[in-house]
């Protein structure tokens, strides 16, 4: 049974940092691609960043050069540094890991951004 784990959530202020961590169980996931989604409040789930199998990155544009997604295979994680965060950066976050017709969600974890 495949599980994701979020963590690494919190309050900080506005141009804080936060690393936000995803553990996935259940399987080897080197040959998945992975991602980091977000709800604001009242919103739909947007994209946030993704890496394939083999590293490639993509990031929305509202992220580009303040978060870093990343992954470690050899212990089934992946991350995401997030700098100058910004009010607008307040949402739910959730770990995502698919390959072909497997895709899996973790439950997410809360940032909120406020001073």
């Known amino acids: 049974q495949v599980q994701l784990v979020e963590s690494g959530g919190g309050l900080v202020q506005p141009g804080g940092s936060l690393r936000l961590s995803c553990a996935a169980s259940g399987g080897i996931f080197s040959i998945y691609s992975m991602g980091w989604y977000r709800q604001p409040p009242g919103k739909q789930r947007e994209l946030v960043a993704i890496?394939?199998?083999?590293?490639?990155?993509n990031y929305a544009d509202s992220v580009y050069g303040r978060f870093t997604i990343s992954r470690d295979n050899a212990k089934n994680m992946v991350y995401l540094q997030m700098n100058s965060l910004k009010p607008e950066d307040t949402a739910v976050y959730y770990c995502?890991?698919?390959?072909?017709?497997?895709?899996?969600w973790g439950q997410g974890t809360q940032v909120t951004v406020s001073s």
């Open positions: 890496i394939s199998s083999d590293g490639r990155t």
């Open positions: 995502r890991i698919w390959f072909r017709s497997n895709d899996y």
